[in-house]
């Protein structure tokens, strides 16, 4: 499977406990991004990357989240200190790196902060 | 028919009815538009595009119009089949801003 790919799938944690996932995007696809997407409603935007510069970052929820992409490949997404509202799907997305292209999701991350 | 239900619009119909989903986008300067389809527990999976320059476009059992107009898009989707069966979204993209805004979703749901 080529696809984008998330990991783990799924994330049980006890709140404030940090929690971290991983995005395999499709291969030689230079930008990536992360969504976050609550039950009911369609997915928001949290940040990009293309290849390792983080060109958008305003949009994280706060400064408990932070992304990563050091080689321009994989990503991580890191929740510090983690909130019951932190539960939802994040979601991870890839493009070849133009303007105006489709954006290919992943399977997601479903965390649950107890 | 269709309803709106505890969190999602919810349009049911019959197998082998066409299906019309209806999306409403909030700006103006949007260039691109997709329509995504997700289903329980999975990530959103692409359905078909449409760019500002273009009122139709086609795709296999599904058809996106786009009237700027009135800011609308909707998605057409031929003989529906079980397997139709998921929450439906439009995603807008402005060209020089790289994050898609995703509209509400709709839940398709298919009787055999």
């Known amino acids: 499977d080529t696809g984008v790919s998330q990991d783990p799938r799924h994330k049980i944690t006890k709140r404030g406990q940090n929690v971290t996932f991983r995005c395999d995007p499709i291969?030689?696809?230079?930008?990536l991004y992360w969504y976050r997407q609550t039950l009911g409603q369609g997915p928001e935007f949290l940040t990009y990357?293309?290849?390792?510069?983080?060109?958008?970052k305003s949009r994280l929820l706060s400064d408990r989240f932070s992304a990563e992409r050091p080689k321009g490949s994989f990503s991580t997404l890191e929740i510090q200190r983690t909130e019951q509202g932190d539960s939802a799907m994040y979601l991870c997305?890839?493009?070849?790196?133009?303007?105006?292209?489709?954006?290919?999701f992943g399977p997601g991350t479903r965390l649950l902060v107890l | 028919g269709e309803s709106v239900g505890l969190h999602l619009p919810t349009l049911s119909v019959q197998e082998g009815d066409n299906s019309i989903i209806n999306c409403a986008y909030s700006n103006s300067a949007s260039d691109y538009f997709i329509w995504y389809k997700q289903e329980s527990g999975k990530g959103p999976q692409f359905i078909i595009d449409i760019r500002s320059n273009m009122d139709k476009r086609q795709g296999q059992r599904v058809t996106v119009l786009l009237n700027k107009t009135v800011k609308h898009l909707s998605l057409q989707i031929a003989a529906t089949q079980p397997g139709d069966s998921a929450v439906y979204f439009c995603?807008?993209?402005?060209?020089?801003?790289?994050?898609?805004?995703f509209g509400k979703g709709t839940m398709l749901l298919v009787s055999p």
């Open positions: 291969s030689e696809h230079n930008r």
């Open positions: 997305a890839s493009t070849p790196g133009g303007d105006l292209e489709t954006q290919y």
């Open positions: 995603a807008e993209n402005i060209r020089g801003y790289s994050t898609l805004t």
């Open positions: 990357f293309q290849n390792e510069a983080q060109l958008e």
